[in-house]
């Protein structure tokens, strides 16, 4: 005790090496973290404890009668006592105490039944109010130990219609969605709890209702975030590809589900428990067996039952287990991975129609953030409408197989922008859709994609790894959102490109009424917005353009409220050939130096669509911020519009950019 000067030292060793009989495969396309990644505690506990607290709250179909059943769950050694006095509040969301009851309490073995409140008309909790109300619980015993616990608790009722909509609160409620993993450039999974907050406040400003948290029990800190801006939740245990291992296997599975739910119980926003994603892709067993997959699955459809019977069980991709779960996910990625992005009404419809309960996840495209494109559908002339939408085995491969817009395409922001304005125009017109959910809300690192445009990232995100919007975030926006808004699109693109005169399609993204798009001053008249008017609800101008400079302005109009956007870009109109050496600048922010590439032709022109690759290096005594897994932040990545971008940590030193097949270039700072 000397050595440590009257402290007790706590060592924790963790241990990431792969065992084939460990949830989740190796297979699965997202890293599988080692290490402490979110908070610990040592937690002291006194002779009596609250280990667990079950609120159950409930309420009619009409709203107007709730309930709110509690259970409790006391360490072990509470079960010497003989006896305590319990009491229990129910808090309203405004802070006042509506009920109060207290009990005596003589048996604290396994999960005790405390009480339960009666309360006429509750104020429901849904995505436009989430309202929570506390169950408080305080246990005293002779000696005058007190054990204290607080649960925050929310009364709704939802319903996946049979073959119909989802239903909340006697409404139909469009799910919108989207995805969500622990990783952030620079961190990881070791996400700071502002970091989370702000990832999750972006959702919510985009417009989204609705989150499958993807693919393992998430922090706490998420939930409750979910719980206090209305997020309703899908969360799910990580079985996820590589097969059905053995009995220490499906054993982990059921305790990382009963805990799962356990430890999530109370929380308004959970409304699925997911049992498992793409269980139909073998690889890491000499066994792949259906059958026992399917018996498997059963158990553990049980077994979330009766831990909760108050939410449903779901699935995603596995055709061979869809009748068993309560609520099923076929794959569909109609426009990326298979077909084209028209089919997606008509894909979907044909999967609504082989379950009784459907909600789509998983929708959307690579996109490498900066890169933009004129004509983003040049790039896919044999690509065909094929009435299928699944993804198959080397779908994710950019090279190789059918012709598809994952290899075929130019992973542009201009096509996902594309992608997307059809996809939630048409979800608009589905009123059978229960709701679909985009993946994912944020690029993230991955050992399965070495060969995307950033190495080892999946880049389908609406933002970047560092939860930098992409262009694509301001479409979902502009069919969610509530608050007005309007993003004329291409901030990232500051040189479009054509011939002389041509005309030049500028779109603005807006959920207002409508908007006037003016030019160098001049007004381009004003477009009422209709969501079905693909692309961009309407809001579209085609307008000339010659060699030079322009500014752009939206004013926006909903109701009385006006709002503007207005950006800058240059139009090049002379051509290129094939890039001959790299330009190189510089610019310097405090203690931060940024370099700029550029690559152009022997007679120096702009090559606007290069997608070479960039190495970069660095000589000094500050450091490179590479490693970051975003397109300026990283080491080794495509160009954008034939640039590219990093930074350094310091204003001194040398910066090499490398690309085949050109002269090595170099600057110093």
Known sequence: MKRFGGMVPVSVRTDNSRDVEIMPSNLSDFNVYGGLYRYVNLVYAPKLHVEKVFAAAQVDQAGKKGTVNVRARFNKEAAGTNSAEVKLNLIDPSGKTLQSKTVQLQNFKGDVNISTFDINKPILWSPDQPMLYTAELTATIDDGTIATHKEKIGFKNFEFVKKGPFMLNGKRLLLRGTHRHEDHGGVGAAMTEDLMRKEMIMMKEMGVNFIRLGHYQQSRIILNLCDSLGILVWEEIPWCRGGLGGESYQAMGKRMLTNMIEQHYNHPSVIIWGLGNENDWPGDFPEFDTLKIRNYMKELNDLSHKLDPSRKTAIRRCDFCKDIVDVYSPSIWAGWY??????YKEISRRGFESVDRFLHVEWGADN?????????????????????????SGDAVRRGGNARASSD????????VNLADWTLKEQETMPWLTGAAQWPFKDFSTPARPENPIRYMNQKGVTERDLTKKETYYVFQSYWAQKPMVHIYGHTWPVRWGNEGEEKMIKAFSNCDEAELIVNGKSYGKKKRQSQDFPAAGLRWNIPLTKG???VKAIAKKGKTIIEDEMSFEYQTEKWGKPAKMLLTKSTSGDTTTVYVQL???NGVRCLDAKNNFRYGYTGSGRILDNLGTSRGSRYVEAFNGRGQISVKGTNGFVSVQCEGLPNAFIEL
């Open 409 to 416: 395409g130019d992973w542009s922001e201009s096509y996902f």
């Open 368 to 392: 490498h953030a900066l890169r933009h494109s004129e004509d983003p559908e040049a790039y896919l002339k044999e690509v065909k409408a094929t009435g299928e939408g699944d993804e198959r």
């Open 338 to 343: 298979r077909g084209r992005y028209e089919e």
């Open 549 to 551: 400079t322009y500014h």
């Open 600 to 602: 152009v032709d022997k």
